[in-house]
């Protein structure tokens, strides 16, 4: 074997390893805030692919979608310019459930994806192996690709996602690979080991692809798009919304779909030991859902588009790596399939996970300076999560490369905070998937006010420039205005009499206040319009909806602003840099183990830690609060 050259190459402010959904944004984020970027990716060709489900969105994660818009990422720009079907779901329930999902063309999404990227001042989008990294005293300075070329770096990113020694399996078929067949990244795991980090093995998976024109549409249901405009980019004008949506399909598995799968369990790798990684839990193989829900009779599948230009459709909710002629019989075996062609057979890929509680909460690794890692490599399981943590490792690689300090989102500002904690303070076991029921403030932290709690932070960073902040100064400008009008203004009985006539509603005997008219469930915004008329020519789409939600959810809002008060006073108190817990007098000896792995950096979040309980918070707020500070020797 011939031994590769090392050469020194350029030098840039910071490198971002890998150009999946994290990679992309890490990488526009700090070229953006001025510092020349290198991303570099194993093939051009997958910049921000979707080897999985080809859509963006659906609960919780839509809202992250949102949230890095309003920070002043790209994903949501990037899907609104390429969905091919757009749907609100969880309209019938409260705000804090409801989220946008929106069916991707994958190939024109990665093609716009692209073409952002090489059109970016600072940045270079270079095609190449990452195979070491460049570790000095303990401080990352660049990496080493499988060239030889070394890039000097004041901050890396690293993003390897499933290609981290990928092995696809399918069956007994078994072989090293990245996600749809790409090159796997083999040697930058074996090199983290080297550097001390501690590497779990993950699995995940994907359904078969089937040709639409063997697709029997009349023995499914159709889902079509919405038709009110809905966009994940508040820069997004209603006037762009697709009209010439495409619909997904919804049929059904049956007894003898669970049949075959049964009687084939023993050719299953979940099931016969091949598969050693853990896989999610939120998101099962077709083989596993039979076995665990063995008293359903049927079990949801969706026929989703992969684009305007291919025949390629997505088995949604049928992810298998049973062997390709069983797969077959899965398939015709579902209604609407009977006589489905198979283009691409289902697979398991089993990848190196950097256990996450090896990180800070800014993405920097606490094993190595200056090393930030983000996306699917840090256990989560989404397009959406990897971008999340994609913005957030970009913004504090940025940061860190100008000496400033770190940027941070808590529980009660975003999703993105919540999903971040939840990693680094308790670690996974498992891929993980933000769910709403993870959020315990999720009725502040909505689809539809990202921008209030995020923009000005962007625009503070210089991610989100002038004119669109003067836009959204000027959106809540009018929300506030619109609720002061409506907490000034009577509405008499007669005013209120036809419309609740119509209802078979009594009238009222004396007049009440708009807000609190408003605050029946019975009454919408449009019908106070129409009682009092229009509150002037700024009340746009979305004014409207955030008075609406304001007003009917006021008493709920407060309580939880009360209990964000009171975490942010937790959150106050930090925890010194290695504080050796072995010196707290008073901890139980689970406590110790716990903080001492994990190493909190707020009071808020040592109380977040499994094992830890508020005896142990108290006794610890206490040394820290008397001064009793004993550090871990370096």
């Excluded at 998976?205 to 697709?215: A, E, M, S, Y």
């Excluded at 000027?474 to 203004?489: F, G, I, S, Y």
Aim: aromatic share 6%.
């Amino acid at each position: 074997m011939v031994e590769v050259k090392e050469f020194d190459s350029e030098t840039y402010d910071v490198i971002v390893v890998g150009a999946g959904h994290a990679g992309s944004e890490a990488a526009l984020a700090a070229a953006r805030m001025g510092e020349k970027t290198l991303l570099i990716t194993i093939n051009l060709d997958m910049v921000a692919f979707m080897p999985c489900n080809p859509s963006v969105g659906g609960p919780a994660k839509g809202i992250v979608v949102r949230e890095v818009d309003a920070l002043g990422g790209q994903m949501g720009k990037n899907i609104d310019k390429t969905y091919i079907q757009m749907r609100m779901l969880n309209t019938g329930k409260g705000p804090a459930v409801r989220a946008l999902r929106a069916q991707a063309d994958k190939n024109m999404y990665h093609r716009v994806m692209k073409d952002t990227l090489e059109q970016e001042p600072n940045l270079t989008l270079r095609q190449g192996i990452v195979e070491k990294l460049i570790v000095e005293d303990g401080v990352c300075k660049g990496v080493v690709s499988g060239t030889g070329a070394k890039y000097h770096a004041k901050t890396v990113v690293l993003t390897a996602g499933t290609a981290s020694r990928g092995k696809i399996i399918i069956g007994e078929l078994m072989y090293s690979s990245g996600p749809n067949n790409s090159i796997p990244s083999i040697k930058l795991s074996e090199d983290l080991e080297k550097h001390g980090f501690k590497l779990a093995r993950f699995k995940t998976g994907t359904p078969p692809r089937v040709n639409k024109n063997t697709i029997n549409f009349d023995e499914t249901e159709e889902q079509p798009g919405d038709e009110e405009p809905n966009h994940f980019s508040f820069e997004t004008p209603d006037a762009q919304y697709l009209k010439d949506q495409i619909s997904c399909w919804m049929t059904y598995t049956n007894a003898r779909t669970h049949k075959i799968i049964r009687d084939n369990l023993d050719r299953a790798p979940m099931f016969s030991g091949v598969i050693e990684g853990v896989g999610p839990r939120y998101c099962p193989s077709i083989e596993d859902k039979v076995v665990r829900f063995a008293d359903k009779p049927r079990h949801q599948i969706f026929l989703e588009p992969e684009g305007r230009d291919t025949q390629e459709y997505y088995v949604g909710d049928f992810s298998t790596s049973m062997p390709e002629e069983i797969q077959l019989k899965m398939v015709h075996s579902v209604a609407g399939l009977e006589n489905a062609q198979l283009m691409r057979p289902g697979y398991a890929i089993e990848y190196d996970v950097v256990e996450p509680w090896q990180l800070k909460l800014n993405m920097e690794t606490k094993v190595i300076q200056n090393l930030f890692t983000a996306g699917q490599m840090n256990g989560t399981s989404g397009y959406e999560e990897a971008a999340g943590q994609g913005i957030m490792a970009g913004i504090n690689a940025a940061l860190r490369a100008q000496n400033k300090d770190p940027f941070i989102l808590r529980r009660d500002q975003a999703y993105i905070g919540v999903m971040i904690d939840d990693l680094v303070t308790k670690g996974t076991n498992e891929p993980y998937r933000l769910l709403t029921s993870r959020a315990e403030y999720r009725l502040i932290l909505r689809h539809d006010n990202a921008d209030e709690r995020l923009t000005k932070l962007g625009h503070d960073l210089g991610l989100i420039n002038d004119d669109r902040y003067e836009r959204f100064v000027d959106k809540w400008d009018a929300v506030t205005h619109e609720m002061h009008r409506l907490e000034k203004t009577m509405i008499t009985p007669k005013m209120a009499e036809p419309f609740l006539s119509s209802l078979g509603l009594k009238g009222l005997k004396d007049g009440i206040l708009a807000d609190r008219f408003l605050r029946r469930p019975e009454v919408h915004y449009a019908d106070i319009v129409a009682m009092i008329g229009e509150g002037g020519a700024d009340v746009d789409r979305r004014v409207k909806e955030q008075v609406e939600i304001r007003v009917k959810y006021d008493g709920y809002i407060k309580k939880e602003q009360m209990k964000i008060d009171r975490l942010k006073k937790m959150e106050s108190k930090k925890i010194p840099e290695r504080l050796d817990y072995t010196k707290v007098n008073g901890l139980a000896t689970e406590a110790v183990q716990k903080l001492s792995k994990i190493n909190p950096e707020t009071i808020a979040q040592a109380s977040r830690i499994s094992g830890v309980n508020p005896a142990d918070i108290g006794i610890l707020s206490v040394y820290i609060e008397q001064g009793k500070i004993a550090k871990t020797a370096m």
